[in-house]
Antibody
Framework: QVTLRESGPALVKPTQTLTLTCTFS??????????VSWIRQPPGKALEWLAR???????YYTTSLKTRLTISKDTSKNQVVLTMTNMDPVDTATYYC???????????????WGQGTLVTVSS | QSVLTQPPSVSGAPGQRVTISCTGS?????????VHWYQQLPGTAPKLLIY???NRPSGVPARFSGSKSGTSASLAITGLQAEDEADYYC??????????FGTGTKVTVL
């Protein structure tokens, strides 16, 4: 059974660095083709894809936030970590991690999601 | 920011058919990347509804269907039910292999 769970601070101050952890079970990021993405959703707004880390440690970032994001994995702990620097109130959102796969020629859908964690940026 | 454009809202009476469009470009949907659809009920995480353009995961009712043509895709709900009232998002990839989501559509059952 695949599960993902996000954890991190509920409140951060402007200019601080946010660190979020996705702890998962039911699969391994050492398995060929497995990938974990971070996706966020500001209150009342649309989903926004942020970053992905693949089984082979390839990393991808959304262009608009690339300079602020770092994604990494700890396969021994079954965790994926996202850091976002220089937080701003506009970064207030629910942050999700989600599992997808690389089929060998294309990336697939997000079939498992965490429940999300709300991060508020305020002084 | 969303790269795929959806109508903000659609509505229909119970039993009716509604469709949601998802318009992309030659760098995402038009580049032959598959389109996936998610349903999000209030206060919950998105749930996969349609994958690879027109495939339903196990447990998703047959009244949900998807299609793709050129730089656009569509989600149809045939026989609208009260429990279908939710937000719907399309998703694909772009040429940089980054994920892209739609702007989201709120479905209201009248």
């Amino acid at each position: 059974q695949v599960t993902l769970r996000e954890s991190g601070p509920a409140l951060v101050k402007p200019t601080q660095t946010l660190t979020l952890t996705c702890t998962f079970s039911g699969f391994s990021l050492t398995t060929n083709g497995m990938c974990v993405s971070w996706i966020r959703q500001p209150p009342g707004k649309a989903l926004e894809w942020l970053a992905r880390i693949d089984w082979d440690d390839d990393k991808y970032y959304t262009t608009s936030l690339k300079t602020r994001l770092t994604i990494s994995k700890d396969t021994s702990k079954n965790q994926v970590v996202l850091t976002m620097t220089n937080m701003d109130p506009v970064d207030t959102a629910t942050y999700y991690c989600a599992l997808n796969e690389y089929s060998g020629s294309y990336y697939t859908h997000f079939d498992y999601w965490g429940q999300g964690t709300l991060v508020t940026v305020s002084s | 920011q969303s790269v795929l454009t959806q109508p903000p809202s659609v509505s229909g009476a119970p039993g009716q058919r509604v469709t949601i469009s998802c318009t992309g470009s030659s760098s995402n949907i038009g580049a032959r990347y598959d389109v996936h659809w998610y349903q999000q009920l209030p206060g919950t995480a998105p749930k996969l509804l349609i994958y690879a353009n027109n495939n339903r995961p196990s447990g998703v009712p047959a009244r949900f269907s998807g299609s793709k043509s050129g730089t656009s895709a569509s989600l149809a709900i045939t026989g609208l039910q009260a429990e279908d009232e939710a937000d719907y998002y399309c998703q694909s990839y772009d040429s940089s292999l980054s994920g892209v989501f739609g702007t989201g559509t709120k479905v209201t059952v009248l």
